[in-house]
Structures are given as C-alpha cells and as structure tokens.
C-alpha cells in the first residue's frame, strides 16, 4: 500500500522560501509519476509540477522559474523547493503519487505567504 506524508510548510514573508518534502512508501522505483499539487481557499486543486522516474519534470506556469521538483530515490523523498514567494502562492499543497496501480494521494500542507 502506497502511503504519502508531507512535510515542510509554514509561514513565511513574500519573497521567501521553503521546501516541501513528501515521503513515500509503498513505491515501485521505476514507471511512476510524483507531483505536487495545490489548493487555494475557494478554488480548485491545481497542478504545480510533476517529476518522472525517468527524470522529466513539468511545471504550471505561474511557478516556473521559481519552483523546483526533484527527489531522492534512497529516501523515497520528493522534495519541492519553492523561492520568491508570493501571497497567491498561499494553499494547501499535496503530494501524489501514480503507477500502474492507481493514483495516490498525501494529507496535505498548509503554505501560508503573509508579511
């Protein structure tokens, strides 16, 4: 069974940083898909990148260049390194997860950008 917990958000000032991390177990370390995703009050759940195990990453257009996605295989960690942080960056960010088996999902993190 595919379980996901992240870690990491907070609160931090526009302009800062943090980094996201979403540990996995349950995984199979070839033909899988990891993404972030987020969820702002009000709006619907958004894609903000995904990582292959291939390697390929995708990023929504309002994060790039300012978010990263990668992981650590050894860890079975996928982190996101999010810098220059705007207050419309604020959400619930998730975690997911997809192999052949299905798509799976974490619990979540509050990011909060707020001077």
């Known amino acids: 069974q595919v379980h996901l917990v992240e870690s990491g958000g907070g609160l931090v000032q526009p302009g800062g940083s943090l980094r996201l991390s979403c540990a996995a177990s349950?995984?199979?370390?070839?033909?899988?898909?990891m993404a972030w995703h987020r969820q702002a009050p009000g709006k619907q759940r958004a894609l903000v990148a995904t990582?292959?195990?291939?390697?390929?990453?995708n990023y929504a257009d309002s994060v790039k260049g300012r978010f990263t996605i990668s992981r650590d295989n050894a860890k079975n960690t996928v982190y996101l390194q999010m810098n220059s942080l705007k207050p419309e960056d604020t959400a619930v960010y998730y975690c997911s997860y997809t192999d052949y088996r299905g798509n799976y999902w974490g619990q979540g993190t509050q990011v909060t950008v707020s001077s």
């Open positions: 990582l292959t195990s291939g390697g390929s990453t």
């Open positions: 349950g995984v199979i370390f070839r033909g899988n898909t």
